[in-house]
């Protein structure tokens, strides 16, 4: 059984940093993409960035592109996502999902597995 377990999220100001943390179990990490997805009050889950299973590819929202970077550690079953620039709009839930893909995509349909998220909350 897959479980991922997300850790690092909190309260920051407007232009700091944050590290996300997901740890995964219950089969082999390096075989599948891993993504990065977010949901703030009344929104509907959106798309973040995802990686693939070497780490060799990844994608990002275009709200995101060029202040959040994807990564992984496969030997330590992990996925990161560094936060920088926090905006209060970037406030939300995040969420670490993986499906059965080696690639990845932004697509939601295509994560079937699901961490139990963490709370970002970025002050203006």
């Known amino acids: 059984q897959v479980q991922l377990v997300e850790s690092g999220g909190g309260l920051v100001q407007a232009g700091g940093p944050l590290r996300l943390s997901c740890a995964a179990s219950?089969?082999?990490?390096?075989?599948?993409?891993m993504g990065w997805f977010r949901q703030a009050p009344a929104k509907e889950r959106e798309f973040v960035a995802a990686i693939s299973g070497n780490g060799g590819r990844t994608t990002y929202a275009d709200s995101v592109k060029g202040r959040f970077t994807i990564s992984r550690d496969n030997a330590k079953n992990t996925v990161y996502l560094q936060m920088n620039s926090l905006k209060p709009e970037d406030s939300a839930v995040y969420y670490c999902?993986?499906?059965?893909?080696?690639?990845?995509?932004?697509?939601?349909?295509?994560?079937?597995?699901w961490g139990q998220g963490t709370q970002v909350t970025v002050s203006s």
């Open positions: 219950g089969r082999v990490f390096s075989s599948y993409a």
């Open positions: 999902a993986t499906g059965v893909d080696y690639i990845g995509d932004r697509y939601l349909r295509n994560y079937y597995y």
